[in-house]
C-alpha cells in the first residue's frame, strides 16, 4: 500500500517547480491532490493530467493567494471534491528582489500578502477539515538564514516569518494530532532559478554539494512529513539545501 493512499493534499502554486513536484510526488505515494495557480492554466492543466495518469483524482483551482477570500475558497472547494483534507502545502511565493530604495510599499504588501498572511490563512481555512494525522507543511528557502547576495531582505524576511508560525501552530494543533513543519530549499533548478542561469555558478559554489537541487529533491522530503512516517515530526525547520546553510 502507497504511503498516502485514501488520503487528500492541496498544494498552492502547484503548476510549476517545487509546487509541481510535490504534488506529482505526493499523487505517486497516493494522495487525491489539488492544486492553485494564480495564472497559466494550461500548466496547472497538464499536472492535473499528470496526477490523473498515477490514477489519483486531480484538481486545478485558479487563485490568488494575495487574496484571502479566493484562499480560502479554493481551500474549501478542495475539501468538498475529495470529501476530506489531509494535507495542505503552502507552496505558492513571490519573489520581489532589488534594493532597499527600489522596494516599495507595493512590493512589501505584495510580498507579506503571499509569502506570509496567505500560509497563516491557507492553514486556518484548512483546519477545519482535517483530522487526526493531519499536515501543514510550508516552503521556505534557504535565504531565511543565510542571505549571501544582496537585494533579498524583503523576500529573505518574509520567508523567516515562517519559522514563527510554524512552531506557533505545531503548539497549538499538536493535541489535534495535525503537525505543521517548514521545509528550506537551497537554490533548486527552476524557471525562475535556472541551474544554468547567470549566477547558477556562483549560488551552486556557496552549496556543499556544489550543485543544484532537482525539485524532485525537495518534494521527496514534504512527501515523507506528509506521511505517518513523519508523525513525530513537528515545529521543525528541515533544509533540504546540499549544505548551503551549514
Do not use: C, W
Amino acid at each position: 500500500m502507497k504511503r498516502l493512499e485514501g488520503s487528500a493534499a492541496l498544494i498552492t502554486g502547484g503548476s510549476r517547480g517545487i509546487g509541481a513536484a510535490v504534488a506529482l510526488r505526493l499523487a505517486e505515494e497516493g494522495a487525491d491532490v489539488a492544486l492553485t495557480y494564480e495564472s497559466g492554466a494550461e500548466r496547472a492543466t497538464e499536472v492535473v493530467e499528470q496526477i490523473k495518469a498515477e490514477g489519483r483524482r486531480g484538481l486545478a483551482i485558479q487563485a490568488d493567494s494575495a487574496v484571502p477570500e479566493a484562499l480560502t475558497g479554493a481551500v474549501d472547494e478542495a475539501a468538498a471534491t475529495f470529501g476530506r483534507l489531509d494535507i495542505l502545502v503552502n507552496n505558492a511565493a513571490v519573489f520581489l528582489v532589488g534594493s532597499l530604495e527600489d522596494l516599495g510599499p507595493a512590493e512589501i504588501d505584495r510580498t507579506l500578502a503571499v509569502n506570509v498572511r496567505a500560509p497563516f490563512t491557507a492553514a486556518r481555512a484548512a483546519v477545519r477539515h482535517m483530522r487526526q494525522g493531519g499536515r501543514i507543511i510550508s516552503i521556505g528557502s534557504n535565504v531565511a538564514e543565510r542571505a549571501v547576495l544582496p537585494g533579498v531582505a524583503l523576500y529573505s524576511m518574509s520567508k523567516t516569518a515562517l519559522a514563527g508560525m510554524t512552531k506557533g501552530l505545531a503548539r497549538e494543533l499538536g493535541p489535534r494530532g495535525v503537525t505543521v513543519n517548514l521545509v528550506h530549499p537551497g537554490p533548486t533548478d527552476t524557471e525562475t532559478n535556472p541551474a544554468d542561469g547567470p549566477n547558477a555558478e556562483a549560488i551552486a559554489g556557496f552549496t556543499a554539494v556544489g550543485r543544484y537541487a532537482r525539485p524532485a529533491e525537495i518534494a521527496a522530503t514534504v512527501a515523507h512529513l506528509a506521511s505517518a512516517d513523519g508523525a513525530y515530526i513537528t515545529g521543525a525547520s528541515i533544509h533540504v539545501d546540499g549544505g548551503f546553510t551549514a
